[in-house]
Structure formats: C-alpha cells, structure tokens
C-alpha cells in the first residue's frame, strides 16, 4: 500500500525506491491549523498563524525520526533553478530562490511544499544522490525535470538510466483545466507531444501534468520513472489543492533523506 501512518500522520511513499531512502509526501491529516488550513499545513504564507506551521513542521520531523535543523527546503518560484545542499540550510537566513534540491549528505532533509503543483523525487543509487523538483505547469513548460535531470549529471555525475523518479500526488488532467494562453506555450514547446498532455471536453481544455513530465523524464533519459495517479482536487480529505479550494488552503509538504524509510 503507498500510504502509511506514523505518530497520528498519513503519508504517501512511492515503491519504486530502495528501502535505504527515506521518502514521503504528507496529507493534510494530523495537525493543528484549523479551517480553511485543517489540519497538517506546512505553508507558512497562506494566512495560518505561523506557530501552527511551526508545531505541524516539529510532528513532521519527529515522526520521522529526523532532527528538525537538518532542514534544507527552497522558496519556490515555478523556474528550473537548482540548489545543491550540501549542508541543513540556517533557519535564520531566508531560504534560496530555486525549484530543485538536491543533496548527497545523509545529514540534510529536503523538503518541500505543495498544493496542487507536481513533487517530483529523484534517486540515484549509484552516486547516493537524491532531490525533489516541483513542477506547476510553468516549471513543466520551462523544463524543470529536464534541467533537474541535467544538473544530476553535471553536478553528481549521474548516468540518466540510473535516475529512480517519482511523481507525486498533484492535481490531475480531469480537474486541471487551463486557458488558451498556457496551450500555447506547451504547443511551442511540445508539439509533438500534444495529443498525450491536452485533453477536451465540453469546450474545455485540461493540461496533464503527470504525463508531461513523464514524458520530459523520458526524454532526458530516466527510464524508471513511477506516477502516484493520486489526485490532490479529488480527495480533498487528503489533500490541499489550491485548484479545487479556491486558494483558501494550506500546503502539504514532500520530504526525502539518505537513511532508511519508516
């Protein structure tokens, strides 16, 4: 089963990966926000009070079995920027501007927060490197598992057919329905591959997210690549998604370590 409980948390861990990785994607189940944010918010600018976040990130790590100044996370800008964390980022320096981490150290913790945009997580058993992407749709049209993928190989010196990856819960094609404006950008870019990531129905236009970027994936070479298929706007018990909530709700958040899962 990918869900799992631990200490009143539910979380979604993908199979694909060894056992020597710690890896999971939280639902919102467990803490201590109240409505619209009920109940695991980890998103400290959606308007919850901020000693909420802060007692929903210190369950996270606990039940986790992780020291929480172990933490290295990103503020996210929906581009193809990469950090490389060497070392827990200081809790009293204002976090880089990026959408990719990645790590070699088993001291640090990646994490990431979401709401209806794509987790994506990488694993390199060879180089014991592992990383977390977060592609909306403008990060997937600018190529942010491309440039993640690209910089495993440069930077770690990664072979692509190597690369485990896995993406996570987000919103899926029949809730994410999008305007002229973004099918444009895809089809300058995509074009041959339109038919797999546009849907219509009823005049309407739906963008899958999941098989564009397993499709980019593909492209730059990973060929283990497992999708979750779990949507966020579908089960709202489970997760947030700006999408179906209109804005007012929290962020669940992604976590991956070099040490065993739980």
Known sequence: MPFHERNGLRYYSFDVFPKNIMQAVFT???GVSPAPWSSFNLGGSVGDDPAHV???????FNAMGKRADSIHDVWLVHGTDIVYADAP???SEPPARADIIFTDNPEVTLFMRFGDCVPILFHDPLKNVIGIAHAGWMGTVR???GAAVAGMTSHYGSDPKNIIAGIGPSIGVDHYEVGADVIA???EKYSQDMDQIVQTKNGSTYLDLWTSNA???KSAGVEQVQVSGVCTACSLDDWFSHRAE????GRF???MALGANL
């Open 28 to 30: 919102r189940r467990g």
């Open 54 to 60: 802060k007692e929903n990130r210190t369950r996270l």
């Open 89 to 91: 980022h200081p809790t």
């Open 143 to 145: 190529g942010v598992v």
């Open 185 to 187: 950008q895809f089809a």
């Open 215 to 217: 499709l980019q994936l």
């Open 246 to 249: 209109k804005g007012k709700t």
């Open 253 to 255: 958040g992604a976590l």
